[in-house]
């Protein structure tokens, strides 16, 4: 059985978009496009993008991430990551059937279903890159084992998400956590289980806090 981890860049308002240029993905007005680049001379992070690669994986891309990639990694083979991600397998989320021109390409069209055969199959990590409107649908399936999250010590504000509504809650734990020299903290979240809480209320309320959770129940 094989795992799918997120491996994502965003900002700490959470946003995804376009870290590696104006022209990634400017869509929705979003103006700051290649907002990661001035972060990457730092050795620890290299480190921890090459251990997120050095292991055995295939790609899960959406439509619009592998288009980014498909224009630009090809004519880069000379670069390690270039080499690799020409020379994986790369599923893609589309729904057009149109042909993919990128070698070792494979066209998936129902998310969840396909990724979750994909899963019970043996095989090597499916891992992500970008692809934001193809995690919701994993996060919404409860699909996905791990998150190799760095996050940049930036806001951007609007742009979008690695998290919408339709992620269903869970808990996390941290097996990696890392800062840079530039603050980048680079972190790996596992699954842990359901989210547990608890409550710091006593268990005889006094009259003001019965009244104000009254008055939060009628404000809805």
Sequence with gaps: ?????????????????????????????????????????????????????GAPYELLLGRKTYEIFAGYWPHHDDNPIGKAFNAVRKYVA???????????????HDAAKDVAKLKQQDGPTLLTQGSTLLLQTLLKNDLVDELQLVVFPLVLGKGKRLFGEGAIPAALKVVESKVSQ????????????????GSFAPDEPNPAELARREKMKREG
């Design 94 to 108: 589309t729904s057009s059937r149109e042909p993919l021109k990128w070698r070792n390409s494979v066209a998936i």
């Design 182 to 197: 530039n603050g980048v903290v680079m972190t790996r979240y596992q699954r842990d289980g359901a989210v547990k809480t």
């Design 1 to 53: 059985m094989r795992k799918v981890v997120i491996g994502a860049q965003l900002s700490v308002d959470g946003v995804m978009q376009a870290p590696g240029g104006a022209q990634e993905d400017p869509t929705g007005g979003f103006q700051f496009g290649g907002w990661s680049v001035p972060y990457w001379n730092d050795d620890a992070l290299g480190q921890f993008m090459s251990h997120m690669f």
